[in-house]
């Protein structure tokens, strides 16, 4: 019984990351072929998933809450929401729209950079070699990506640069401030709740009625938009949530790479989009060292909890 809910917690994990990765690719199509922009998008993908996530947590898991509001919890939860959930999905969704989802979603990847340099300041960890191989090969993953080896060009747009950067910051807020939330939420209530005040507090400046509804949709292209909202969002944090009750945090981690790797794959396959050979290397050098970061700080936490 215990190994069946274990495989399904994996298959769960590897279904959640890959619609993720799927979905971003989703996104960028959306982009590129329709009259969806990026500010509409996220207010949509917010708004409408976060209204699933609160019900489905309503209808299953009201009874088992045990969170207790009150105004300090309301202020964290309202921050977290903001800097939190909300600027991890526009910072990721602007960088597909300048770039693309591949480089996106491998941007977001050196979230540990800022993680480390955090912890390092507030003094919980020491600075070691493992932080600084971690923080160098995310750098160097980094130039490469941006310039393929050729430090006089860039050829990725300084718009996407900047928003994927960005969202490796908001990545990184949003998993070191999660800690506090998740002691006295459950992480449904969290992830749904904090997507519905993103997606409230975005309808003021882009409503999602905004669209220009004039347009021409075809079924083809009303299919990709559903998809991209409700399984490449919805469901993806649906599966991964759900995946981690039954695995640890460090495999859910690492077979949550699995999103950059299929959204590399399907940028490339089914958009078109080329990746230099310097691109290809700069991406495995990030996914790389984010496994050894993965697996290193596992091991650190178990010493810990050990001694």
Not at 147 to 161: C, D, E, F, K
């Amino acid at each position: 019984m215990a190994s069946d809910k274990r495989v399904f917690g994996l298959i769960s994990v590897i279904l959640g990351a890959s619609l993720w990765g799927i979905g971003g690719t989703a996104t960028d199509w959306l982009f590129r072929n329709t009259p969806v922009n990026v500010d509409w998008y996220v207010t949509a993908r917010l708004l409408i998933s976060g209204i699933i996530l609160v019900l489905f947590f309503l209808i299953v898991f009201k009874k088992k809450s045990t969170t207790v509001w009150d105004k300090y919890l309301v202020t964290r939860f309202v921050i977290y929401s903001i800097f939190g959930m909300t600027l991890v999905q526009y910072s990721f969704t602007a960088t597909i729209g300048y770039g693309n989802a591949a480089i996106a979603t491998v941007l977001q990847c050196t979230g540990p950079i800022y993680i480390i340099l955090y912890y390092v300041f507030k003094k919980y960890i020491n600075f070691t070699y493992k932080e600084v191989l971690v923080i160098l090969f995310m750098i160097v993953g980094v130039v490469l990506i941006a310039t393929n080896g050729n430090l006089t060009q860039l050829i990725v747009s300084p718009l996407a640069l900047f928003w994927g950067i960005l969202s490796g910051v908001a990545l990184a807020y949003y998993t070191v401030h999660a800690g506090y939330l998740l002691l006295r939420m459950h992480p449904l209530e969290l992830v749904g709740g904090s997507m519905l005040v993103g997606g409230i507090l975005l309808n003021f400046k882009t409503p999602i009625w905004s669209l220009d509804f004039g347009y021409d949709w075809s079924a083809f292209e009303i299919s990709i938009l559903l998809f991209s909202i409700l399984i490449g969002t919805t469901l993806a944090f649906l599966l991964y949530i759900g995946s981690l009750k039954y695995i640890t945090s460090q495999e859910a981690g690492i077979l949550g790479l699995l999103e950059p790797v299929m959204a590399v794959l399907t940028t490339v396959i089914v958009l078109g989009d080329v990746l230099e050979l310097f691109q290809v290397v700069g991406i495995a050098l990030i996914l790389g060292i984010t496994v050894f970061n993965t697996i290193a700080s596992s091991k650190q936490s178990k010493k810990e909890a050990n001694a």
